[in-house]
């Protein structure tokens, strides 16, 4: 069901770990099905730097701890949420947030070149979710909206090829990305 090249390092991680491929699987569809966060682009006045900044504050569909004041999604995240650097023939390419087991990436930096975050619409596409586990769209070119940022900082090199496959793309469920860049005036929410 998980679309390549990313099939095979599902695949991989659960013949490793010894887990089950319905739990990777579930785990990698997951952020499609419930996700709330929020991200912020922001320059300094002299435009020396540039911050990109987010959350993972989820919790829709998921039960708040009244005793703890916290989702309890949120808290069962914070102990698998993971911090990886990507390399291609022994060079960095990109650092990325994600989840432990999980192949695509929540939010990612390209060092001096870009930043991306994405974020959740309100309401999740579960209708596209489902249609895709039956297989009504084996044969598209719809893209899981975290397979599709790693692969946006394994082929683009700068903010505006970013900002242009942002603007192509079609996702399996609806997401906002913000983009951050290296120059003045380059950050950007897209929908």
């Known amino acids: 069901m998980i679309m390549n090249p990313y ?7 659960a013949e490793v770990l010894e887990v089950p491929i319905g739990n990777l699987v579930f785990l990698n569809i997951f952020y499609e099905m419930s996700r709330f966060c929020t991200s ?3 320059q300094t006045e002299d435009n020396k730097d540039l911050y990109h900044a987010r959350n993972l504050d989820f919790g829709q569909l998921f039960v708040w701890d009244i005793d703890a004041q916290s989702w309890g999604l949120t808290d069962a995240l914070k102990k698998v949420s993971v911090n990886i650097n990507f390399f291609k ?12 087991g999980h192949v695509g990436v929540l939010t990612a930096m390209k060092p001096h070149k870009f930043s ?6 309100v309401q999740p596409d579960l209708i596209n979710v489902a249609k895709w586990y039956m297989g009504a ?5 719809l893209q899981f909206v975290m397979y599709f940022e790693r692969w946006l900082f394994e082929n683009c090199d700068d903010f505006q090829c970013a900002r242009q496959k942002i603007a192509e793309v079609k996702l399996l469920t609806g997401a906002y990305f913000i983009l951050g860049g290296v120059n003045p005036g380059e950050g950007k929410k897209t929908v």
């Open 40 to 42: 912020i682009v922001a």
């Open 137 to 141: 769209y084996e044969n598209t070119d």
């Open 7 to 13: 099939k095979d390092e599902v695949l991989g991680i």
């Open 116 to 121: 991306l975050s994405m974020n959740a619409k």
């Open 89 to 100: 023939n022994g060079k960095l390419v990109f650092k990325g947030s994600t989840l432990a």
